[in-house]
Each structure stands twice: as structure tokens, then as C-alpha cells.
């Protein structure tokens, strides 16, 4: 997993934890603040 930053969508700028393996694998995590 690595620290990513959104994009697109509602949540812009915050950031959240994602797959390595993106597309094949989608797991994604909140980062707590």
C-alpha cells in the first residue's frame, strides 16, 4: 500500500491509502486525521 492523493471527486486533495497494484487491485483506506 502507498499514500495517495485524490484527484478527482468529491474528495480533492485528501489523501488515502491505495493498492500498489492498481487497476488489478482497487483496496483503498482513510487516512485518519
Known sequence: MVIRTAKKGAHIGS????C????KCRAIFNISQ
Open 20 to 23: 500498489t497494484d492498481y487497476p
Open 15 to 18: 489523501k488515502f491509502w491505495g
